[in-house]
């Protein structure tokens, strides 16, 4: 299970390509309307998730991925933020790594937020970091105290990874 903080849309291939294997992302169920865009993810393991509430088909599909060998990737924060930290985690994660019993591995991103300039559409080439955590254990139950707890790790170890800049 890889958890990680959110600033592009970018993200995504950026952590496959850096764990290489194939890596299935939960994405906002919007995107599947879009006919090419929900083909091209579909390719690459992602799965909807309807943001705001608990998804159990999500969490299902997320099992799924897991059962079949792939890695499961949540942005901790449930969506991009500008500066790439994660002051509101969600529990997603921790729920799928407890449900499945998989360790959580911690990714940073540095630098993706900047991809995207204001003034142009076109991607710009800039310096990106990845850095990789430690392996943390999954919980061993699905009580909202646990689930906290291992999120606020997660999104921990996160930030002390991201804290370490370029």
């Known amino acids: 299970m890889v958890v990680s903080n959110h600033a592009s849309d970018f993200d ?7 764990l290489r294997r194939p890596v299935a992302f939960m994405a906002k169920e919007e995107l599947f309307q879009v006919p090419l865009l929900k083909q091209a993810i579909e390719l690459y393991g ?3 998730v309807k943001r705001g509430a608990a998804d159990r088909s999500a969490i299902r599909s997320a099992i799924a991925s897991l059962s079949q060998g792939w890695a499961v990737g949540v942005f901790l924060e449930g969506t ?10 969600k529990l997603g994660a921790a729920l799928i790594a407890a449900k499945a019993q998989v360790p959580l591995l911690p990714v940073s991103l540095w630098g993706t937020q900047a991809i995207f300039q204001p003034d142009s559409p076109i991607p710009q080439s800039v310096p990106v970091t990845v850095r990789i955590g430690q392996l943390i254990d999954p919980p061993h139950s699905t009580k909202r105290e ?3 707890a291992i999120t606020q790790h997660c999104a921990a170890a996160i930030h002390s990874l991201h804290d370490l800049g370029r």
């Open 80 to 89: 991009r933020t500008p500066d790439g930290r994660i002051p509101n985690p």
């Open 146 to 148: 646990d689930l906290e």
């Open 46 to 48: 992602a799965y909807p």
């Open 12 to 18: 995504p291939p950026i952590v496959s390509n850096c």
